[in-house]
T-cell receptor
Framework: GAVVSQHPSWVICKSGTSVKIECRSL??????MFWYRQFPKQSLMLMAT?????????EQGVEKDKFLINHASLTLSTLTVTSAHPEDSSFYIC?????????FGPGTRLTVL | RKEVEQDPGPFNVPEGATVAFNCTYS??????FFWYRQDCRKEPKLLMS???SGNEDGRFTAQLNRASQYISLLIRDSKLSDSATYLC?????????FGAGTRLTVKP
C-alpha cells in the first residue's frame, strides 16, 4: 500500500530553537497533506491542511507564524516549529490522501527541554 | 459538543470476549466513516471503512446509522493482539476528524 514517511522520527531540542519535520508520500502524489498533533492520552488534533503550491489552511487556535508549513512539491510537506517551547512537546503526525485512503506517517516525537 | 465522540473506555476484557465501541458525530453532512487502530506511540492505521449497509471483516463488524449519526465497531473473539486504541474517524469534504479514541486491553 501507499507509504508516507516522516523525518526525523524523534527530536530533542532546547527551548527557543526551531525544528523542521518532513513528510513525504513515497509512491503517490499528494496535493493535500495534513498535519496533526497528539498529546499523551489525547486524540489527534488537526493543526493544518497543507496544499501543494499554496498557503496552508490552519485550524482555529493554531498559530500560523509559529507552525510554518511548506508544501513545495506533490510528495513533500514540511512543518517547522519555530521558537519551540516545552509546551510544544508532542507527537506530530502527517498524513496524505491517496488511493482513496488516508495514510499516516510514522510520527515525529518532539521533546523541548 | 465535540465533532466526534467516543466511549471513553478503557475496556479491559478477557481473551475471547466480544466488545463493542460506539461513536457519535455532529456533522450530518459527513460523507465517509472509518475505524482506525492506533498502537502505543505509533501512527493510526486504517482498520476498516464503515458503510450504511454494515460491513464485516473477519472478527470485526462495523455499522453506520446516518439517521442517528452513530457508528459502532464490534470485535468478536478478542485476541491479545487486539489491544490498542480504536479511533472513530469522520470525513467531511476531505477534512478528517478523529474521536478521542477508546483504549482496549485484552487480557489472557
Amino acid at each position: 500500500g501507499a507509504v508516507v514517511s516522516q523525518h526525523p522520527s524523534w527530536v530533542i531540542c532546547k527551548s527557543g530553537t526551531s525544528v523542521k519535520i518532513e513528510c513525504r508520500s513515497l509512491d503517490f502524489q499528494a496535493t493535500t497533506m495534513f498535519w496533526y498533533r497528539q498529546f499523551p492520552k489525547q486524540s489527534l488534533m488537526l493543526m493544518a491542511t497543507s496544499n501543494e503550491g499554496s498557503k496552508a489552511t490552519y485550524e482555529q487556535g493554531v498559530e500560523k507564524d509559529k507552525f510554518l508549513i511548506n508544501h513545495a512539491s506533490l510528495t513533500l510537506s514540511t512543518l517547522t516549529v519555530t521558537s519551540a517551547h516545552p509546551e510544544d512537546s508532542s507527537f506530530y503526525i502527517c498524513s496524505a490522501r491517496g488511493h482513496n485512503e488516508q495514510f499516516f506517517g510514522p510520527g515525529t516525537r518532539l521533546t523541548v527541554l | 459538543r465535540k465533532e466526534v465522540e467516543q466511549d471513553p473506555g478503557p475496556f479491559n476484557v478477557p481473551e475471547g470476549a466480544t466488545v463493542a465501541f460506539n461513536c457519535t458525530y455532529s456533522n450530518s453532512a459527513s460523507q465517509s466513516f472509518f475505524w482506525y487502530r492506533q498502537d502505543c506511540r505509533k501512527e493510526p492505521k486504517l482498520l476498516m471503512s464503515v458503510y450504511s449497509s454494515g460491513n464485516e471483516d473477519g472478527r470485526f463488524t462495523a455499522q453506520l446509522n446516518r439517521a442517528s449519526q452513530y457508528i459502532s465497531l464490534l470485535i468478536r473473539d478478542s485476541k491479545l493482539s487486539d489491544s490498542a486504541t480504536y479511533l472513530c474517524v469522520v470525513n467531511s469534504n476531505n477534512d478528517m476528524r478523529f474521536g478521542a479514541g477508546t483504549r482496549l486491553t485484552v487480557k489472557p
